[in-house]
């Protein structure tokens, strides 16, 4: 016993001289110094090729191999791997796509699951900073305990056009919607010692041609709008890095964007990590002096461009070495602030059980309700019959496809194959989450028959619907990364279906499992309609409570559902039917008038407003009152005079400025409330929501006089209205 006392206490004696050796010759381990001290030291610390070792990565995926690239052994397969300098104590960087969970692409890691959470769309629909914040952390811990030290997530583009494929891993159109949910996510990310990644910088709002692209619009415009929502989401989160996009903005590639990168990001905001570029977006090693910090998966580009052309540029000097040690110094700079450095990961179990919380809860308060005439929901427990039908609701539920693919931590998928050409044909495969609607609709009525039709066959359908006394249609429409969809319709003949079972039974209720608004030919026919967007792992439950009132919808829609295509910016699909090299651009004419502003300029009517959703309760606002000064704030009552426990998501919205009319959310805050309960809320208003950009003064103007404002319930229904008097002001970008 003794013996193995000394033993251990000479064992602790050696480990900490090692560690007292180590800080004083490695100064920047020593904890106590600030992340800008110990980069500094590393960084003076290193030669010019220890330097460019951080500068680049690849994909270690194995379809990816070649006999020029081999994979270091202790990377793994996944997005990428960056190596580190063991000489200095600096890890190698780890990265997976996790927007919406740790994925395992193309089942790299045969086996590896991970809580598949609900598109972000259903995040963003939550109004809940906490719930962005708890996604956030929950990804990390798995990826953390699966070896990652970096999440390439979340995606905050705000979706311009309702046909964009990759909606689904965005968090809506508004910039402060976006903003705080993004920002939040990040910081629950990296309160886990995981770096995250916020993309993509800056307007990637379509997948098609988004190799060739060219985005155009006005400067100031954008960043009013998407570079907003960055903007916001880096002051809140602080993101170790940020993912610059494939495509153009006005004429220069989003990772070889001086403006946008070094203009924008680095110098009026001051951001402090680095610039990662998307796999396979660098064109030329110049991207370094544009502002691109890292060049990602790179041997999906021509060329390794920030490794061996990168050192020639700077020896033969076109390059200055001053710009690589920036470079560097930003990579390592993240890693002590997140504590990557300190804090590496451990393998561990992972308590899937408990993380299918997060994922459940998210759906629970993302879902939106969108009708519900003559209270047809929730559904009585006595009904006899149910009939569901269609949408594969008797195998799961659908999930988006792409980078962000999950593989569920509840079982395993059900995947049809989709087939079709393109870069990204090898995700075009529908894959069904394990948790099925009909399965969970029956557990919480074991006395009622529920049946299911395939809804092959309307007739077939029809028939079912007749004899029950309530009839539910699931629609779905897969979306992925690298396709947009054509056109704002359900595919396959679902608005047929939906029309043939809705004639047959009134009661008839339609959920949608989409990563985009879609039309609703049918709407005044049924009876009740959920978005319940792509509701992840444990999605069939969330929609089964919801339907029959265990979980009272909370979700309030954070995107608009247009009409149709022609009541949209733009009627038609740009570019569509492009040949996949052809060079081809977007004139983003609607500026920073995104979604409802779009809407509320142009007097066009929407299907749904950005902010609307139902309740089984119903709320009250009352006690308005309105200050000025240097900006809105406004304090107000919230009651819940029904009969159900709710939670309820008041908008405070911009209605004019002193110069014209305006409509902006200005503040939103989710509140549950007991019934009869009332809660006192107020609000602040970011001063730059109010603001115009002066894009050649460089600032944002605040116009002085009267600002018109009101409490809503969505971008079109106001309900206490206000004025402020704001004085005349100019703010620093
Ligand atoms: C996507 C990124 C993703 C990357 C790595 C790209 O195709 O645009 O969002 O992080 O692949 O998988």
Known sequence: MRKSLSLMASAAYVSMSVFAYAQSHQP????????????????????????????????????????????????????????????????????????????????????????????????????????????????????????????????????????????????????????????????????????????????????????????????????????????????????????????????????????????????????????????????????????LDQQSGAQLDKEIWFDKPLKAAVQDGRIPESRVTDMAYRIVHAMFAVGVVDNPPVPADIDYKKNAETALKIAQQGIVLLKNENDLLPLVQSAKRIAVIGGQAHMGVLSGSGSAQGTPSNGPTKVIPIGGHGDFSVFRNAIYYPSAPVAEIQKLVPDTKVLYDAGLHPLDAADLAKKSDVAIVFVTRHELEGYDVPDMNLPHGQNELIAAVAAANPRTIVVLETGNPVTMPWLDSVGAVIAAWYPGQEGGQAIAEILLGKINPSGRLPITFPVNDAATVRPELPNRGAEADAQVSISYVEGADVGYRWHAKSGVKPLFSFGYGLTYTSFEYSNLKVRGGDTVTVEFDVKNTGKTAGADVPQLYLRTTPQEPSVRLLGFERVELAPGQRKRISFKADPRILAKFDESARQWSVAGGDYKVSIGKSASDFVLDGTARIKDYTIKP
């Not at 020593?30 to 330097?51: F, G, Q, Y």
């Not at 990826?143 to 905050?156: E, H, S, T």
């Not at 415009?221 to 610059?244: N, V, Y």
């Open 28 to 291: 920047w381990l020593d904890k106590s110094k600030t992340p800008d001290e110990r980069a500094k030291l590393v960084i003076a610390a290193m030669t010019l090729d220890e330097k460019i070792i951080l500068l680049h990565g690849i994909m270690p995926l194995a379809l990816l191999s070649d006999s020029e690239i081999t994979f270091p052994e202790d990377s793994i397969p996944g997005a990428g791997y960056i190596a580190g300098i063991p000489r200095l104590g600096i890890p190698a960087l780890k990265e997976t796509d996790a927007s919406l969970g740790v994925t395992n692409p193309l089942g790299s890691r045969p086996g590896d699951v991970a809580t598949a959470l609900p598109a972000s769309l259903a995040l963003g629909a939550s109004f809940n900073p906490a719930l962005a914040y708890e996604a956030g952390a929950v990804v990390a811990s798995e990826a953390r305990k699966k070896g990652f030290n970096v999440l390439l997530g979340g995606g905050i583009n705000l979706t311009r056009d309702p046909r964009n494929g990759r909606n689904f891993e965005y968090i809506g159109e508004d910039p402060l919607l976006s903003g705080i949910m993004g920002g939040e996510a990040v910081r629950g990310t990296q309160d886990q010692n995981v770096i995250s990644t916020v993309k993509h910088y800056v307007l990637n709002a379509h997948e098609t041609n988004r190799h060739t692209l060219d985005a155009l619009i006005d400067r100031a415009a954008l960043r009013e709008s998407d570079l907003l929502a960055f903007q916001i989401a880096i002051e809140r989160g602080q993101p170790g890095a940020i993912m610059c996009a494939y495509n153009k903005v006005n004429g220069a590639y989003g990772c070889g964007d001086d403006w946008s990168l070094n203009e924008v990001l680095k110098k009026d905001w001051g951001y402090k990590g680095w610039v990662l570029s998307d796999w396979g977006a660098v064109h030329s090693v110049d991207y370094a002096v544009a502002g």
